[in-house]
């Protein structure tokens, strides 16, 4: 598989070839309420597009 190379389509972060993909939990500042949020960029493989779907 080639590596894994981020780039800009119209202004918007893009990544391509993510075969290692990774959740990062980031922890409320206050009070946990029990709810979460998942935020996934859209594209899917062979790319992602953070700007605009994630």
Do not use: C, K
């Not at 590596?3 to 980031?26: I, K, S």
Request: glycine residues 14%.
């Amino acid at each position: 598989m080639p590596p894994e190379r981020w780039f800009r389509v119209h202004g918007q972060a893009t990544v391509r070839n993510t075969d290692r993909p990774t959740v990062t939990l980031v922890l409320p500042d206050g009070p946990a309420i029990g709810a979460a949020v998942v935020i996934a960029p859209g594209g899917g493989y062979p790319i992602a597009s953070m700007g605009n779907e994630g």
